[in-house]
């Protein structure tokens, strides 16, 4: 049950059940059967008719519900006086529920964590007195300066404003060594200051900010616990009927309708109810150790199913966060190039645009005024200039469209081009660098090891970077100069599936939603795909991608191995119990314990994280060229 009032009324039907049980086993030793048989009728008849009412609940949403067998099972127990073998069933049903809550919690403690350090207040510098003042988080405003203390945790996104910090990021990228930061540099929330205390300027109010952000798809994980049943659902009917099956011929062969009732005290399904549960939780908490929110347990299933998989590349594949390395002069000079395209740029929320903006600004170039600019989606910028000029900065599809057949310079892995007109003429071309990720080759190669068979690239950069990059992370497959419309259609043309799509960008929000399975780079900051994404990497590690699919492929091998186990555990003590060898109550202890051993193999789950550290080989360079 996922609510606090579903949890409390379960643990107070379990403590009346305990109570029934212990009055029940004193009345059987002192031979008072009536008493015992009463007691027995009511414990048992409220315990049957709660679940019933949820049994019917489940049966109107449209899923088939294992706990038939239980109320078979205390019916049965209550038509043969089999009264303390049906008190026993109803408190493993009871407690069942209680065991997994107290285990799914202790899954779901890692992501528990994240919820419970995401700060509350702020000390807040009074901008005339100088005072610092204690508010709620929710209070600051964009532009208050801040004073952050020794192990405090940052209240929101802004700047530096003293000379030197030192943060813990750990709980955001997953980096374990502290970052230096200098005056002006950016700072994240929900990061932790490591030095003495220092002063910032808030950029971002609270709800904006990038811990709210992972806030939010923590909170989305915890929510959604009802898809994880899914897994078991599948055994519920097979397993019902055989149970039923042995039950039934176990009666008919011998005569002794008790042995219907013995064979189905060990067939409650209790372990095919709890393991998968449990085990997704352990998942997705193992999962959260590696900076990796997922926030459906279903995600898991799926993940561990993929089969094809396409990455995006800038900010992907590649860092993200290109410098101005080159610039081809055409029509005009090297710096009237980048003055043009600077202009321009300043509108543009492309990747790209603030290397090229920050370039111009570095070497105090005086940007020409723009009367009007458009930013044409995955093509580039139209800007008119105060002159009357036009000028295009973008794609070469896009400049050729003014300008005609254009030349196109080599690229190197990493490059890219950004192409510049005036007029109808080209004005130059800007290189920038765009570095290749450390471990994106390794996770590629993971991948492939792990069954994957269909790996590509699918971007909106030009077909000569597009293809360096993916050649020195070794990926075959490139689709480039795409648009988001675009990418969606090969995304769900590819085969085999399931198919995974990994990228960070906003245009990548629509590919991200359209795959099986969506996985955002958020990086230092979630962005637009986070939200159509079912699984949020919260670090700046390409890495976590196979990380994330080896914790899924262990998590639901995990949940198989516990249901199987249960399932032959219980059908071993069914066909004992069938030939008469089982006595009602010393099966319904046994079961007991088979429920247990459920819960701890499901368990397991929460070292999953160990492995996929253990399988990631050591970091190492990309090559360039």
């Given at each position: 049950?996922?609510?606090?009032?579903?949890?409390?009324?379960?643990?107070k039907?379990?403590?009346?059940?305990?109570?029934?049980?212990?009055?029940?086993?004193?009345?059987?030793?002192?031979?008072?059967?009536?008493?015992l048989?009463?007691?027995a009728?009511?414990?048992l008849?409220?315990?049957?008719?709660?679940?019933?009412?949820?049994?019917?609940k489940?049966?109107?949403?449209?899923?088939?519900?294992?706990?038939?067998?239980?109320?078979?099972?205390?019916?049965?127990?209550?038509a043969?006086?089999?009264?303390?073998?049906?008190?026993?069933?109803?408190?493993?049903?009871?407690?069942?529920?209680a065991?997994?809550?107290l285990?799914a919690?202790?899954?779901?403690?890692?992501?528990?964590?994240?919820?419970?350090?995401?700060?509350?207040?702020?000390g807040?510098?009074?901008?005339v007195?100088?005072?610092?003042?204690r508010?709620?988080?929710?209070?600051?405003k964009?532009?208050?300066?801040?004073?952050?203390?020794?192990?405090?945790?940052?209240p929101?996104?802004?700047?530096?404003?003293?000379?030197h910090?030192?943060?813990?990021?750990?709980?955001?990228?997953?980096?374990?060594?502290?970052?230096?930061?200098?005056?002006?540099d950016?700072?994240?929330?929900?990061t932790?200051n490591?030095?003495?205390?220092?002063?910032?300027?808030?950029?971002?109010?609270?709800a904006?900010s990038?811990?709210?952000?992972?806030?939010?798809?923590?909170?989305?994980?915890?929510?959604?616990?009802?898809p994880?049943?899914?897994?078991?659902?599948?055994?519920?009917?097979?397993?019902?009927?055989?149970?039923l099956?042995?039950?039934?011929?176990?009666?008919f062969?011998?005569?002794?309708?008790?042995?219907?009732?013995e064979?189905?005290?060990?067939?409650?399904?209790?372990?095919?109810l709890?393991?998968t549960?449990?085990?997704?939780?352990g998942?997705?908490?193992?999962?959260?150790?590696?900076?990796?929110?997922?926030?459906?347990?279903g995600?898991?299933?799926v993940?561990?199913?993929?089969?094809?998989?396409?990455?995006?590349?800038?900010?992907?594949?590649?860092?993200?966060?290109?410098?101005?390395?080159?610039?081809?002069?055409?029509a005009?000079?090297?710096?009237?190039?980048?003055?043009?395209a600077a202009?321009?740029?300043?509108?543009?929320?492309?990747?790209?645009?603030?290397?090229?903006?920050?370039?111009?600004?570095?070497?105090?170039?005086?940007?020409?005024?723009v009367?009007?600019?458009?930013?044409?989606?995955t093509?580039?910028v139209?800007?008119?200039?105060?002159?009357?000029?036009?000028?295009?900065?973008?794609?070469?599809?896009?400049?050729?469209?003014?300008?005609?057949?254009i030349?196109r310079?080599v690229?190197?892995?990493g490059?890219?081009?950004?192409?510049?007109?005036?007029?109808?003429?080209?004005?130059?071309?800007?290189?920038?660098s765009?570095?290749?990720?450390?471990?994106?080759?390794d996770t590629?190669?993971?991948?492939?090891?792990a069954?994957?068979?269909?790996?590509?690239?699918?971007?909106?950069?030009i077909?000569?970077?597009?293809?360096?990059?993916?050649?020195?992370?070794?990926?075959?497959?490139?689709?480039?100069?795409?648009?988001?419309?675009?990418?969606?259609?090969?995304?769900q043309?590819m085969?085999?599936?399931?198919?995974?799509?990994?990228g960070?960008?906003?245009?990548d929000?629509?590919?991200?939603?359209?795959?099986?399975?969506?996985?955002?780079?958020?990086?230092?900051?979630?962005?637009?795909?986070?939200e159509?994404?079912?699984?949020?990497?919260?670090?700046?590690d390409?890495?976590r991608?196979?990380?994330?699919a080896y914790?899924?492929?262990r998590?639901?091998?995990?949940?198989?191995?516990?249901?199987?186990m249960?399932?032959i555990?219980?059908v071993?003590?069914?066909l004992?119990?069938?030939?008469?060898?089982?006595?009602?109550?010393?099966?319904a202890?046994?079961?007991?314990?088979?429920?247990?051993?459920?819960?701890?193999?499901?368990?397991?789950a929460l070292?999953?994280?160990r492995?996929?550290?253990?399988?990631?080989p050591?970091?190492?360079?990309?090559p360039?060229?």
């Amino acid at each position: 049950m996922s609510s606090t009032g579903e949890f409390l009324r379960n643990r107070k039907l379990m403590m009346f059940v305990l109570a029934g049980l212990a009055t029940g086993v004193m009345l059987w030793l002192t031979g008072a059967e009536m008493a015992l048989g009463v007691t027995a009728y009511l414990v048992l008849g409220i315990v049957i008719v709660i679940t019933a009412i949820d049994m019917f609940k489940d049966l109107m949403r449209g899923h088939w519900g294992l706990d038939i067998l239980a109320v078979i099972a205390m019916i049965a127990t209550l038509a043969v006086q089999e009264y303390v073998a049906g008190l026993i069933i109803a408190l493993m049903l009871t407690g069942g529920e209680a065991l997994e809550d107290l285990a799914a919690r202790r899954a779901s403690r890692e992501l528990d964590q994240l919820l419970s350090r995401a700060p509350a207040f702020a000390g807040r510098i009074h901008p005339v007195t100088g005072e610092v003042e204690r508010i709620a988080i929710e209070e600051v405003k964009v532009g208050d300066e801040l004073l952050v203390r020794s192990s405090e945790i940052l209240p929101v996104d802004g700047v530096l404003l003293s000379n030197h910090a030192t943060i813990d990021e750990s709980s955001v990228t997953g980096e374990p060594v502290p970052v230096n930061y200098h005056a002006g540099d950016p700072l994240l929330s929900g990061t932790v200051n490591s030095t003495t205390s220092f002063t910032m300027r808030a950029q971002k109010v609270a709800a904006d900010s990038n811990y709210a952000s992972i806030v939010r798809l923590v909170e989305e994980a915890v929510d959604s616990r009802a898809p994880m049943v899914r897994l078991a659902d599948r055994y519920a009917v097979p397993f019902t009927i055989v149970s039923l099956l042995i039950a039934g011929f176990a009666w008919f062969l011998s005569g002794d309708p008790v042995r219907f009732a013995e064979v189905l005290v060990v067939a409650t399904p209790c372990p095919l109810l709890i393991a998968t549960p449990v085990a997704f939780m352990g998942g997705m908490s193992s999962a959260a150790k590696l900076n990796v929110i997922i926030k459906d347990g279903g995600v898991l299933e799926v993940l561990a199913r993929v089969r094809a998989v396409a990455f995006d590349k800038t900010g992907t594949l590649t860092e993200g966060k290109a410098d101005v390395v080159e610039i081809h002069p055409a029509a005009r000079t090297v710096d009237e190039t980048l003055q043009l395209a600077a202009a321009a740029e300043q509108y543009s929320v492309h990747v790209f645009a603030d290397p090229i903006v920050a370039s111009a600004r570095t070497q105090q170039l005086e940007l020409p005024e723009v009367v009007t600019a458009d930013e044409v989606a995955t093509n580039g910028v139209l800007a008119s200039l105060a002159d009357g000029t036009s000028v295009r900065v973008g794609k070469p599809s896009f400049i050729e469209e003014v300008t005609g057949p254009i030349d196109r310079p080599v690229l190197s892995a990493g490059e890219t081009a950004v192409y510049v007109s005036v007029g109808d003429e080209l004005a130059g071309v800007i290189i920038l660098s765009d570095p290749i990720r450390e471990q994106s080759a390794d996770t590629v190669s993971r991948l492939r090891r792990a069954g994957v068979a269909e790996i590509a690239m699918v971007t909106g950069d030009i077909t000569s970077t597009a293809e360096s990059v993916a050649h020195a992370v070794d990926i075959q497959t490139v689709h480039a100069e795409t648009t988001p419309q675009t990418k969606v259609r090969i995304v769900q043309a590819m085969r085999p599936r399931p198919v995974l799509m990994v990228g960070d960008g906003i245009n990548d929000a629509p590919v991200l939603a359209a795959a099986d399975v969506g996985v955002a780079m958020a990086g230092r900051g979630a962005t637009v795909a986070s939200e159509s994404a079912a699984a949020v990497i919260t670090s700046n590690d390409i890495a976590r991608v196979a990380d994330v699919a080896y914790v899924s492929r262990r998590t639901v091998q995990i949940a198989l191995q516990s249901i199987w186990m249960g399932i032959i555990i219980s059908v071993g003590l069914m066909l004992v119990a069938a030939f008469g060898y089982l006595p009602a109550v010393v099966g319904a202890l046994l079961q007991e314990i088979v429920d247990l051993v459920a819960i701890l193999s499901a368990l397991r789950a929460l070292r999953a994280h160990r492995g996929a550290r253990r399988e990631s080989p050591a970091r190492r360079e990309v090559p360039v060229g």
